[in-house]
């Protein structure tokens, strides 16, 4: 109904210009009608809710059953919708009559710079016979937060091997980030350079190949098969680290509607980031099912597995507006005194939501 109030206002308003002067002026009508517009649909929305208070009261005391409480609230609020349908239609009538009268030269109308509320939200602004939308200041910020989500593909690359030898499964094995950035422009008066920097969480998951799992033995963590036909195997690690990029970003700038300001936004063209992180791995977590017996069993082993505590590497990103191809490579080994490195490594999707 607010809609209504808006638009009918606006075209009201559009017929403004000098004329005849009566006892009340154009927006002082305007605004009487607006106020009773709103008066209206509040007193009715407020009487709704008492009757159907009334009727859950019923329903506690045992009075009446549900089924024949949806039935009264259902009649009662079709009722109030007819009341304040009928009710501000009489309203819109007079809005209706003022423009005419407007038309016809009838209604005095303030030439001075003042203010005409119709309503809690809509205000216009008016200053020698012209009408406008106050406009709404922009105020520029060289630094804005972003929620950032990323999901993709993981595994490890395993010195002298590649990803098609790889010991864990290629579609099986994923990786998930979300987490708070910030970023910065660097330089006052150009938009290519910003500095990216926040804190993420991220889930490393790992799925063997051949019906194996992880075997911590000493302070080495091995592969070895499983004495049972398993039906899930996977191996998540969570990293708590502090993601710190270089972004470029090529969104052109922006110039104000009079055309006097020049101001820059961000996310709205291609971008570039250049980074890495660092941080500590909080938990590690070895997931393995299986049937015994007809029956499913889960296990969940939870322990460091030998994983490195503290975890660093590079990353990457290339993207436009808010989506990218993200690239993250662990310089540290994910197990730390194993006889040879393997060093964890993930592609997929980033999504900045500005």
Request: charged fraction near 30%.
């Amino acid at each position: 109904m607010q809609k209504i109030i808006f638009y009918t206002v606006i075209m009201l308003i559009s017929f403004i210009g000098k004329t005849v002067a009566q006892e009340k002026t154009f927006e002082e009508r305007a605004k009487e009608i607006g106020n009773q517009i709103e008066i209206i649909t509040t007193e009715e929305k407020k009487a709704l809710r008492v009757e159907i208070e009334a009727i859950d009261n019923q329903i506690l005391e045992g009075k009446i059953t549900k089924e024949k409480a949806d039935e009264l609230k259902l009649k009662i609020a079709e009722e109030r919708a007819l009341n304040i349908e009928t009710k501000v239609a009489a309203e819109e009538e007079k809005l209706n009559q003022l423009i005419q009268d407007k038309v016809d030269g009838k209604v005095k109308y303030e030439t001075d710079t003042t203010s005409v509320r119709i309503g809690k939200r809509f205000v216009i602004k008016i200053e020698n016979d012209t009408v406008d939308r106050k406009p709404r200041e922009y105020k520029e910020r060289r630094t804005t937060s972003q929620f950032v989500f990323a999901l993709g593909l993981n595994n490890l690359i395993t010195e002298g091997e590649n990803i098609e030898n790889s010991d864990f499964r290629v579609a099986g094995s994923h990786f998930y980030e979300w987490g708070l950035t910030y970023n910065t422009r660097i330089l006052k008066n150009a938009n290519l350079l910003h500095a990216k920097y926040g804190l993420s969480v991220m889930y490393n998951n790992l799925r063997p190949t051949d019906n194996r799992l992880f075997v911590k033995n000493g302070n080495q963590t091995e592969l070895q098969t499983a004495a049972v036909d398993l039906t899930e195997s996977r191996l998540r690690n969570v990293q708590l680290v502090m993601p710190v990029h270089l972004e470029f970003d090529f969104t052109p700038k922006k110039l104000s509607k009079d055309g006097s300001k020049t101001y820059f936004r961000t996310h709205e063209s291609l971008r570039i980031g250049l980074g890495g992180y660092g941080g500590f791995n909080i938990k590690s977590k070895q997931i393995t099912k299986y049937k015994l017996d007809g029956d499913k069993v889960k296990n969940k082993q939870k322990g460091d597995f030998n994983t490195s505590d503290f975890v660093y590497g590079l990353s990457a990103y290339i993207g436009y507006k808010e989506t990218s191809l993200y690239l993250k490579y662990d310089m540290n080994p994910l197990f730390k005194d194993n006889a040879i490195d393997q060093n964890n490594i993930s592609l997929g999707l980033r999504f900045d939501f500005n």
